[in-house]
Structures are given as structure tokens and as C-alpha cells.
């Protein structure tokens, strides 16, 4: 079976990696801003069309609350920035929002941070794979067709270049992110050239048309509640912010100033672009509707159900460009590739965090083990099925899909802003210098301030998008953190039941006697080989045993043993239903029920093949038993091996191949003593 999966395996992802490697899978600067911030970074293709969406409900006047709404974010975007500088520099290890709340405010308020955030990487690679799915469908008809279907390949292979290694997938996403970074910049420089140098008139293809209110002329609270929801909608461009403080190890050295530096450059980018589309779409007249079929009128008639209502940023670049010109092709190419990319954010932070809660045990341990790549490939599996789950369920629908957004960040936000300010408040207490006070206190008040600005936002988005789907977020949050808290009451139990005693106890005790049985079918060379074994043992008493299901088998057995002069006393059990596994189980309990102090030892001969077939063959009856046994107290189950031709011709073959080792040896390192590769000068242990 090894061999059959092992060549498409290493087709996939390519050759493992020894451990000692791991330093050369660490992420430069230039290539860690695409893998970490490309979800930030992307949002600018749909953040400003979620704001004009909402403020469409009033009309086309309510369009002129768009710079006051983006200026908003922007302030809120510059503040989370700046409070997670403070974080990555006070906590480099990679724990993040986690391990900052759970430092500071308690066990409880990490896990809901750490719910929080599991939940917005899984909303992270739904929606944006989603969204570029929608982008995509707009030109090529087919995909539209068979969103869902696109959209679970997409993830797919997604997954298959995570996989891969983080250090591989970033530099095949760097591209297609610089690409789509540089073309929105381009089309903001040159729209600005052409409206104020040239003073060319820019439009839209939907600036002729009109928008029919939902709700004319709202005023007072009505109008300041719909602020509040195109607010909370534009501030998706803050989603993927945490996602640097959780990754801080997969960065070179020095790691905390790199990941804040990087930090600075995102926050600026995503700003800047933010900015300049929320303008350039104002000064094009782009008329976006939540019903395009309906509320979207050209010359006084709706458009109706066939018209495709285009992305605010493909708008304003065939407003900018041109329509079908070299520039908004690569641009819309590029924010359709760069959407899908925006995923890999999650990609990096959702395995990340999970290791980290395995090596905490709130999660199952297998999260925490890297895979051949040095990557943690369980986190990156369980991701794409949870994602690939939401995007099946949600028929691969943004709009929908989107209601669900931003929940989880905004509480990992505040929580984590909250902690910063108590570990602040903890080292104010005992440090004396003055400098270092000054320092303190500067990053206190950044803290402060980005804790009452998220928390604030926090209760706008509750209350903005609860009934639109952030409950079902919510509910999501709740189910992480019921399922977290009881791995963990499982492992805390599981650690107290096995811990070893100072003083003596049963377990140490040495047992009165050992009555050893030799499971037997019929007598080959296994059984022989294991009786020996057993003879070896030394055991205080020692039978064979063999179930009676064909009385014919049965005599011929007994015949032949009597004929060998087996100095073994062989013991038939009866089974009238045809049973092997029952009558075995009952006779062992009876032989503990009769000496509670004995220790039973059971000894099995199986067969070993080669081929993954022989598998189904062979050893069925020994697989049963086995699990059966597990569950009897006081038994000790053992397996005599015995090697067929076939597995010792495998055993062969597979050291003939040139890059073949022993299961497990990636993690542990090759048998035979190697070489040491010499390492990059900036290797270190970490995190991928």
C-alpha cells in the first residue's frame, strides 16, 4: 500500500524534506507579504462594492458617504496595524491572537479568540475563493455554470500547492499578487493623471444607469444604521490582518522586525488601493444594486435577470483603460487569480494556529506533526474540507457567504488589543528605566485605543449583520469551542489516568503468574515458529488454543499433533454459531475471572505479505482479535511475525530505490548516519 500511494504522493508534493531543512522553508520579506497578506491585500476587490451595495438601499444619493465610510477604514485599518506591531514584537513565538489573550485575560478568552479566528480561515478561503469563482464566471460562462464544481477544484489544488511547502506556494503566489498590486496602482495613477492633468471624462459602463431605492430619503437613526452596515461591510479589508502575527516563526531572521515591517508595507498597500478605488468609482459614477435585475434601471426599465452586474474595480479599470485593452485584461486576470490566491492566507495561519492548540492539547495531536514538506499538513487537509463543506453548502455564493464574515476577526481583535493593554499594565509594574517605561506606555495607549475601536466595530458588525448570517458564525465559534474544551477534558483525563505514581502501585507490581496461550488454525511453520516463542517466555503455564468451527479440521488437528509429539497441551475450544473471535475473548476473561492477579499472555502468528492486496487476504481473524483484546484488562497481545517470499521480494525492491526510507524515518531522521546539509545562514527552528 506504501508503495502504491507513494509515487503519486511525491508526484503531488513533491520529495520529503528532512528536518533539518526547516530553516530553508523560512519566508524573506518579499515572499511573506503575498503568502500572508494576500486575503488584506485582495479584499479591495469586493470591500469598496460591499460598501456601495449597502448605500445603494437609499439611492444613488447616498453614494457621497462613500469617502467618510472609506476614511473610516482606513483609520481602523492604520490602528490594527500599529496594535499588531506592538504584538508581534511582545509575542514573536507564533501563538498571536491566542496566545496573547491566553497570557493575559485567561484560558477561556484565548479559546474564544482561538474559535474566533478557526472560524474566519475557514470563512476566509470560502469567500474568496467564492468571490473569484463570481470574477471569473463573468467571462468564461461555464464556470458560472458549475460554480460549486469550480470552486471545490480550486480548493483542491489550493491545497495540493500548500502541500507542497509554505516557502514553494509562496513563490508561486507572489506573482499573480505583485501583478495584481502593480495593476491597481497603474490604474489609480493613470485614472488621477487622466481626471486632473489631462481632464478627461472617466465613466463607468453603469454611470447612465439609476438605482430604485429601497427606501427613499432615510434620515435620523435609519440613515446612521445603514452608515453603520456599509461600514461594517467595508471593513472585510481588514480580514487576514492577524494572519502575520500567527506566523511570525515562518519569517527570517530577524523575525519580529521583518514580520512588522511587513506588517507596515500591507497595511499601507491595501490602504492606498482601498482608497483610490472608492474614488476612482465615485468619479465614474459606477452604480452598484443588491437586485441588479430589479433596483438597477436603464432609461427607466430594469435590467433584468440576464444582465451580469460587474465588480466595482473590473468597472472602474474599463472606465480607466478601456474595455478589452491590454491593461484591464491583465488586470482582470490578475484579480481574478489573486482572489483565489487571497485563500493562502488561511492556509498558513489556520495550520499554524491548530498546531499550536494540538501542542496545548485542545485539538487532536495529529494537528501539531509536520508532514514530509515541513508543512503541517493535517491543518492544511482539515481546512480545505471544512471550506470545501461551507462552499457546497452556500452553492459557492459570496453575497451569502459574505454576511458570514468578520465576525470571527473582529473578536480576536478586540481580545487580543485588551490582553496587549494588561501586558503592558504587567511589565509597567516592575520595569524601572525610564526609556523603556516611555515605550511602554506609547504602546499601551496604541493597544487602548485599537481595543475600544475594534470592540466598537465589533458591536456595529453584531448588530449590523446578525440576522443577515452572523449567527451562523457565531454558531460556528460556539462548536469549536465546545469541541476544544472537550479534547482537552479528555486529554487532562487521559494524562491523569496514566501518570506514574511516586509510590508502588499495580501497575508496578510484578504478577503472581504468567499463562501464556499460543492462538492456533492449523500446524505450519508460523504456528511453530510462534509455540517457540512462546517456549522462550518462560511463562508459569503455557497452552495452545484453536476454535472449533469444521470438526473435520478439528480431528485432523488433533491427529497431527499427536503425531509431532507437541510437548504443548492443545486446548479446543467449542463454537456451535461458527465463531472464532467470541469463544476466544470468553475463554481469556474466564482464565482472569479465575485469577485476577495472573497476567494472561496471548500470542498470535501472522503472516507477512508484500502486496497491498495480500493484505485483504490474511490476518483478518488477527485484526479482530486484537481489537477485541484491547479492551480485556490484565492481557498482553503479541504478534509473531512470519515473512512470506512476497514481502522479503518487497523488502528487496524497496531498497533498491534510490530515495527509499523506513516509515517514519523523515521525522526521525535516516538510519544510516548522513552528511549535515550545510543550512542557510538565516535557518532557524520555527513554525512553517
Same mark, same amino acid.
Given at each position: 500500500?506504501?508503495? =502504491?500511494?507513494?509515487?503519486? @504522493?511525491?508526484?503531488?508534493?513533491?520529495?520529503?524534506?528532512?528536518?533539518?531543512?526547516?530553516?530553508?522553508?523560512?519566508?524573506? @520579506?518579499?515572499?511573506?507579504?503575498?503568502?500572508?497578506a494576500s486575503d488584506p491585500l485582495s479584499s479591495v476587490a469586493y470591500a469598496p462594492g460591499e460598501v456601495l451595495l449597502v448605500l445603494s438601499i437609499a439611492g444613488v444619493s447616498a453614494y457621497h458617504f462613500s469617502p467618510w465610510i472609506a476614511l473610516a477604514v482606513v483609520v481602523l485599518m492604520f490602528t490594527v496595524v500599529a496594535s499588531y506591531r506592538q504584538n508581534v514584537h511582545a509575542y514573536p513565538s507564533g501563538g498571536g491572537d491566542y496566545e496573547v489573550a491566553t497570557t493575559n485575560l485567561g484560558a477561556k478568552a484565548g479559546l474564544t479568540v482561538a474559535s474566533a479566528l478557526l472560524v474566519d480561515y475557514v470563512m476566509t478561503v470560502a469567500v474568496s475563493i467564492s468571490s473569484g469563482i463570481e470574477n471569473l464566471g463573468s467571462a468564461i460562462p461555464f464556470v458560472v455554470e458549475h460554480k460549486v464544481l469550480c470552486a471545490v477544484i480550486v480548493i483542491v489544488l489550493l491545497t495540493l500547492m500548500n502541500l507542497r511547502g509554505v516557502k514553494e506556494s509562496g513563490t508561486l503566489f507572489a506573482?499573480?499578487?505583485?501583478?495584481?498590486?502593480?495593476?491597481?496602482?497603474?490604474?489609480? =495613477?493613470?485614472?488621477?493623471?487622466?481626471?486632473?492633468?489631462?481632464?478627461?471624462?472617466?465613466?463607468?459602463?453603469?454611470?447612465?444607469?439609476?438605482i430604485k431605492?429601497?427606501?427613499?430619503?432615510?434620515?435620523?437613526?435609519?440613515?446612521?444604521? =445603514?452608515?453603520?452596515?456599509?461600514?461594517?461591510?467595508?471593513?472585510?479589508?481588514?480580514?487576514?490582518?492577524e494572519a502575520i502575527s500567527n506566523g511570525v516563526p515562518a519569517f527570517r531572521k530577524p523575525k519580529s522586525k521583518n514580520a512588522a515591517t511587513t506588517?507596515?508595507?500591507?497595511?499601507?498597500?491595501?490602504?492606498?488601493?482601498?482608497?483610490?478605488?472608492?474614488?476612482?468609482?465615485a468619479s465614474t459614477k459606477v452604480r452598484m444594486a443588491e437586485s441588479p435585475a430589479t433596483d438597477l434601471l436603464h432609461n427607466g426599465i430594469p435590467v433584468g435577470s440576464g444582465y451580469v452586474q460587474n465588480p466595482v474595480i473590473s468597472?472602474?479599470?474599463?472606465?480607466?483603460?478601456? @474595455?478589452?485593452?491590454?491593461?484591464?485584461?491583465?488586470?482582470?486576470?490578475?484579480?481574478?487569480?489573486?482572489?483565489?490566491?487571497?485563500?493562502?492566507t488561511a492556509y498558513?495561519?489556520?495550520?499554524?494556529?491548530?498546531?499550536?492548540?494540538?501542542?496545548?492539547?485542545?485539538?487532536?495531536?495529529?494537528?501539531?506533526?509536520?508532514?514530509?514538506?515541513?508543512?503541517?499538513?493535517?491543518?492544511?487537509?482539515?481546512?480545505?474540507?471544512?471550506?470545501? =463543506?461551507?462552499?457546497?453548502?452556500?452553492?459557492?455564493?459570496?453575497?451569502?457567504?459574505?454576511q458570514l464574515y468578520i465576525v470571527g476577526v473582529f473578536v480576536s481583535f478586540t481580545l487580543s488589543q485588551t490582553g496587549m493593554v494588561r501586558h503592558w499594565n504587567r511589565h509597567l509594574a516592575t520595569e524601572k528605566d525610564q526609556a523603556k517605561r516611555r515605550h511602554m506606555i506609547r504602546s499601551r495607549a496604541i493597544n487602548a485605543f485599537g481595543a475600544c475601536l475594534t470592540g466598537l466595530v465589533l458591536v456595529v458588525?453584531?448588530?449590523?449583520?446578525?440576522?443577515?448570517?452572523?449567527?451562523?458564525?457565531?454558531?460556528?465559534?460556539?462548536?469549536?469551542?465546545?469541541?476544544?474544551?472537550?479534547?482537552?477534558?479528555?486529554?487532562?483525563?487521559?494524562?491523569?489516568?496514566?501518570?506514574?505514581?511516586?509510590?508502588?502501585?499495580?501497575?508496578?507490581?510484578?504478577?503472581?503468574?504468567?499463562?501464556?496461550?499460543?492462538?492456533?488454525?492449523?500446524?505450519?511453520?508460523?504456528?511453530?515458529?510462534?509455540?517457540?516463542?512462546?517456549?522462550?517466555?518462560?511463562?508459569?503455564?503455557?497452552?495452545?488454543?484453536?476454535?472449533?468451527?469444521?470438526?473435520?479440521?478439528?480431528k485432523a488437528l488433533r491427529e497431527e499433533w499427536e503425531r509431532r509429539g507437541i510437548d504443548v497441551p492443545l486446548k479446543v475450544l467449542d463454537s456451535p454459531y461458527r465463531e472464532v473471535t467470541r469463544p476466544v475473548i470468553e475463554y481469556v476473561k474466564s482464565l482472569r475471572s479465575q485469577s485476577p492477579r495472573d497476567a494472561v499472555s496471548v500470542i498470535i502468528p501472522e503472516y507477512v505479505v508484500g502486496h497491498w492486496y495480500e493484505h485483504l487476504l490474511h490476518n483478518q481473524s488477527a485484526?479482530?482479535?486484537?481489537?477485541?483484546?484491547?479492551?480485556?484488562?490484565?492481557?498482553?497481545?503479541?504478534?509473531?511475525?512470519?515473512?512470506?517470499?512476497?514481502?522479503?521480494?518487497?523488502?528487496?525492491?524497496?531498497? @533498491?530505490?534510490?530515495?527509499?526510507?523506513?516509515?517514519?524515518?523523515?521525522?526521525?531522521?535516516?538510519?544510516v548516519e548522513r552528511t549535515k546539509e550545510p543550512s542557510a545562514p538565516s535557518a532557524s527552528s520555527g513554525k512553517d
Open positions: 500500500m506504501s508503495k =502504491l500511494t507513494d509515487v503519486p @504522493k511525491r508526484i503531488l508534493i513533491g520529495r520529503a524534506l528532512r528536518s533539518d531543512r526547516l530553516g530553508e522553508t523560512l519566508l524573506p @520579506k518579499r515572499i511573506a507579504l503575498p503568502v500572508f506573482i499573480p499578487t505583485y501583478v495584481f498590486v502593480a495593476g491597481v496602482f497603474v490604474m489609480i =495613477l493613470w485614472g488621477a493623471f487622466r481626471g486632473l492633468v489631462l481632464g478627461d471624462t472617466m465613466r463607468a459602463p453603469t454611470a447612465d444607469y439609476h431605492a429601497e427606501h427613499q430619503g432615510l434620515a435620523g437613526f435609519a440613515l446612521v444604521f =445603514l452608515l453603520l452596515r456599509a461600514f461594517s461591510s467595508g471593513c472585510a479589508a481588514l480580514t487576514g490582518v506588517l507596515a508595507m500591507m497595511g499601507l498597500l491595501a490602504v492606498t488601493m482601498f482608497c483610490g478605488i472608492i474614488a476612482l468609482a468597472q472602474v479599470a474599463e472606465a480607466v483603460f478601456g @474595455k478589452g485593452s491590454f491593461l484591464f485584461v491583465v488586470l482582470a486576470a490578475a484579480t481574478a487569480l489573486v482572489l483565489f490566491l487571497a485563500a493562502n498558513n495561519g489556520f495550520p499554524l494556529l491548530g498546531s499550536i492548540l494540538a501542542q496545548d492539547r485542545y485539538l487532536p495531536r495529529q494537528l501539531h506533526t509536520r508532514g514530509d514538506r515541513l508543512a503541517f499538513s493535517n491543518g492544511i487537509v482539515l481546512l480545505a474540507g471544512a471550506a470545501t =463543506l461551507l462552499t457546497v453548502i452556500y452553492g459557492a455564493d459570496s453575497t451569502r457567504l459574505i458588525v453584531l448588530l449590523t449583520k446578525f440576522t443577515h448570517g452572523a449567527w451562523v458564525a457565531l454558531l460556528g465559534m460556539c462548536i469549536f469551542f465546545a469541541t476544544m474544551t472537550a479534547i482537552r477534558k479528555h486529554y487532562d483525563r487521559v494524562s491523569e489516568e496514566i501518570a506514574a505514581p511516586e509510590g508502588p502501585s499495580d501497575d508496578s507490581v510484578r504478577p503472581s503468574r504468567v499463562h501464556s496461550v499460543v492462538l492456533i488454525s492449523k500446524i505450519h511453520r508460523p504456528t511453530l515458529r510462534a509455540l517457540a516463542y512462546a517456549k522462550l517466555m518462560r511463562s508459569d503455564t503455557l497452552e495452545a488454543l484453536t476454535v472449533n468451527v469444521d470438526p473435520a479440521e478439528t485484526l479482530r482479535l486484537k481489537g477485541r483484546l484491547l479492551f480485556t484488562p490484565g492481557v498482553m497481545v503479541t504478534s509473531v511475525p512470519y515473512q512470506l517470499v512476497s514481502s522479503e521480494a518487497a523488502r528487496d525492491r524497496a531498497r @533498491k530505490r534510490q530515495d527509499w526510507n523506513a516509515p517514519g524515518a523523515v521525522r526521525r531522521g535516516p538510519a
